[in-house]
């Protein structure tokens, strides 16, 4: 099945400086690309997406990019603020995911400091 | 857009006993659900794959006969964990597609329901 690598763990940022996440995939046939953003004890919220067929997509301070070739797609939050902070799940939805399972990665949890 | 809600969002039970957590789609039909399981500070697990009218698909891993579930009608799916150990304990949370049919990947999850177990 599909095995979706998240880096960093833990990401301390100043605020306003830009934040990255990368995360890689194993499925080469994935074709989805979302990520969630989950405050403590909440529900994962998506905050953006990808699909394969796109390369980057940015909506306000946030955009995602995917290499394809590469297997990898990374979020860039630029400016950031202190309602940023929280844990950040990237996921791929690879063949042994069912229908529209969603296969996550360990998470990362990104702290902006004031 | 789609909701879907989850009840009861938390729960304390004794060891040994069974616990029932609902996921329901409040504004739309949902042909699948996921079930996702999640420990502190870990990232949701996949479960299983809950299908209306059929069984559900379960992991790799995850006991069929620990964890029960029921897709009983298009906006329904229950999750029952069977004699229930505190190594059950978790959170967990189902989805389900935010455009049923068109199988564009997008999931709405439910707020989530943590489970204790003494």
């Known amino acids: 099945g599909e095995n979706v690598e998240q880096h960093p763990s833990t990401l301390s940022v100043q605020e306003g400086d830009s934040a990255v996440i990368k995360c890689t995939y194993s499925?080469?046939?994935?074709?989805?690309f979302p990520w969630y953003k989950q405050e403590l004890g909440k529900r994962p919220q998506l905050i953006i997406d990808i699909r394969s067929n796109v390369g980057e997509k940015k909506d306000q301070r946030i955009a995602v990019t995917l290499n394809k070739t590469a297997k990898h797609f990374s979020l860039h939050i630029t400016e950031t603020q202190p309602e940023d902070s929280a844990v950040y799940f990237c996921a791929a939805r690879g063949r042994g995911g069912g229908a529209d399972g969603l296969t996550f990665g360990k998470g990362t949890h990104l702290i902006i400091q004031p | 857009g789609a909701v879907v809600s989850q009840h009861p969002s938390w729960v304390i039970c004794k060891s040994g006993t069974s616990v029932k957590i609902e996921c329901r789609s409040l504004?739309?039909?949902?042909?699948?659900m996921f079930w996702y399981r999640q420990f502190p500070k870990q990232s949701l697990m996949l479960m299983a794959t809950s299908n209306e009218g059929s069984k559900a698909t379960y992991e790799q891993g995850v006991e069929k006969d620990k964890f029960l579930i029921n897709h009983a009608s298009l906006t329904l799916s229950t999750l029952t964990v069977t004699s229930a150990h505190p190594e059950d304990s978790s959170f967990y949370i189902c989805?389900?597609?935010?455009?049923?049919?068109?199988?564009?990947?997008?999931?709405?999850f439910g707020e989530g329901s943590r489970l204790t177990v003494l």
């Open positions: 499925d080469s046939a994935s074709n989805y």
């Open positions: 989805s389900a597609p935010t455009h049923p049919g068109r199988n564009t990947g997008e999931l709405f």
């Open positions: 504004d739309f039909q949902a042909t699948t």
